[in-house]
Antibody
Framework: QVQLQESGPGLVRPSETLFVTCDVS?????????WAWIRRPPGKTLEWIGS???????SSNPSLQSRVTISIDLSKNQFSLSLRSVTAADTAVYYC??????????????WGQGTVVSVSS | DIVMTQSPLSLPVTPGESASISCRSS???????????LEWYLQKPGQPPQLLIY???NRASGVPDRFSGSGSGTDFTLKISRVESEDVGVYYC????????FGGGTQVEIK
């Protein structure tokens, strides 16, 4: 069973960079899948941040694209999110997830437990 | 951008009865391959979301057959037959045709 675990800073100062990693167990990040970052701000719905394919290609939410970098580390079997110039609006629970792929998207079938990130001075 | 709109916002249900949640997309989610790129998730309190339905109507592994998804194009429905107390939580629809976009969520609670 695929397992994902986020690691985050807890607290980030405004204008700084948020960095979160997702450790993947029992499945290689280089296998055919899409790895996603999703967040849930307090009182709001889930928001897709961006994704990285097993081959390293990325896509991201147009509303966040200018501040987002997603990378994959095959040696550590993990992928990471970097979000620059954060504000209070970036306070949220951050989740990593796997979107299972065959020739079709088969759903975000594995999720991490989430890591709470607060942006405050 | 594809906008996902769910209704109702809140849904009180009686155990044993059925419940339905509606999801509408601003663009058709029907891919040229004939599949609808629409998924349903349930987020229980204190847990991450869990996949219920993918490609519009396919139940994910381990999901009870009380859950069913239907619809095509821009209009979709999640039906829960014989609601149980463990079904409480927030239900989300999500499109996977262009990036990923979630609906606003429907809070299901027991009467």
């Amino acid at each position: 069973q695929v397992q994902l675990q986020e690691s985050g800073p807890g607290l980030v100062r405004p204008s700084e960079t948020l960095f979160v990693t997702c450790d993947v167990s029992n499945y290689s990040v280089s296998s055919e899948s899409l790895w996603a970052w999703i967040r849930r701000p307090p009182g709001k719905t889930l928001e897709w941040i961006g994704s990285i394919y097993h081959d390293g290609s990325t896509s991201s939410n147009p509303s966040l694209q200018s501040r987002v970098t997603i990378s994959i580390d095959l040696s550590k079997n993990q992928f990471s999110l970097s979000l620059r110039s954060v504000t209070a609006a970036d306070t949220a629970v951050y989740y990593c997830a796997r979107l299972k792929f065959g020739t079709l998207p088969l759903g975000l079938d594995s999720w991490g437990q989430g890591t709470v990130v607060s942006v405050s001075s | 951008d594809i906008v996902m709109t769910q209704s109702p916002l809140s849904l009180p249900v009686t155990p044993g009865e059925s419940a339905s949640i509606s999801c509408r997309s601003s663009q058709s989610l029907l891919h040229k391959n004939g599949y609808n790129f629409l998924e349903w998730y349930l987020q229980k309190p204190g847990q991450p979301p869990q996949l219920l339905i993918y490609l519009g109507s396919n139940r994910a592994s381990g999901v009870p057959d009380r859950f069913s998804g239907s619809g095509s194009g821009t209009d979709f429905t999640l039906k829960i037959s014989r609601v149980e107390s463990e079904d409480v939580g927030v239900y989300y629809c999500m499109q996977a045709l262009q990036g990923l976009t979630f609906g606003g969520g429907t809070q299901v609670e027991i009467k």
